[in-house]
């Protein structure tokens, strides 16, 4: 089974609008990864938070883990219409450990 | 642009035949990764290789077969193709064995008719 799971499965904003995006995974991790996909290419990571982190920002990007209620959301504040895309959360048990890719969130910014 | 490399991006064979997917990572990437990616199974982990050995296996099938050779590069080799592979197969790399950020590459799309 997976080990992340992203909630929605689909979103559909407005351009200027933020855009929250859950994920949930089962057993204890090292760390979350983000990552974007645009139709048919290649993934594109965003960013990395570590388990003993709480919070972290990468531009628009805000990243939160609750390692308590084992879950972490991406926040895209002031979508842009680039911003459309698949994002996948992206969990490792340890820091050896294989990627376990959750099924994805299709994020559509209406310009 | 990763700097990941993957040819060929299309590749369309028959049931029962056998391809080679190959992949040059990042300049300095010792990490290679393969996954599959398909509508019905989302985007699957399939086979590591750090500096030429195998670290960590997925969801490989015994009909698929990896190898990084000395110079870095890998590739996948599928064999006695079904319509059930037909997908997208990604390479990616890292710098290090530990599976940080991995910088993925365009992809080859199989169709098997």
């Known amino acids: 089974s997976q080990q992340g799971e992203e909630d929605p499965q689909a979103l559909s904003i407005q351009e200027g609008e933020n855009a929250t995006m859950n994920c949930s995974y089962k057993?204890?991790?090292?760390?979350l990864q983000w990552y974007r996909q645009n139709s048919g290419r290649g993934l594109v990571h965003l960013i990395l938070?570590?388990?003993?982190?709480r919070e972290k920002h990468s531009g628009r990007l805000r990243v939160t883990l609750d390692t308590s209620k084992k879950s972490s959301s991406l926040l895209i504040t002031a979508s842009r219409a680039a911003d459309t895309a698949s994002y996948f959360c992206a969990t490792v048990k340890t820091s050896y450990d294989k990627v376990i890719f959750g099924p994805g969130t299709s994020l559509s910014v209406i310009p | 642009d990763s700097g990941v490399t993957q040819t060929p991006k299309h590749l369309i064979t028959a049931t029962g035949q056998r391809v080679t997917l190959r992949c040059s990572p990042r300049?300095?990437?010792?990490?290679v990764y393969w996954y599959q990616q398909s509508l019905d199974q989302g985007l699957q982990f399939l086979i590591q290789?750090?500096?030429?050995?195998?670290?960590a296996k997925g969801n490989i099938l015994e009909r698929f077969s990896a190898q990084q050779f000395p110079d870095l590069h890998s590739e996948l080799n599928l064999s006695s193709l079904e319509l059930g592979d037909s997908a997208l197969y990604f390479c990616a790399s890292s710098v290090a064995r530990s599976t940080d950020t991995q910088y993925f590459g365009p992809g080859t799309r199989l169709t098997v008719l």
């Open positions: 300049s300095g990437d010792l990490s």
């Open positions: 057993t204890s991790i090292n760390n």
């Open positions: 938070i570590r388990s003993n982190e």
């Open positions: 290789y750090y500096n030429g050995e195998e670290r």
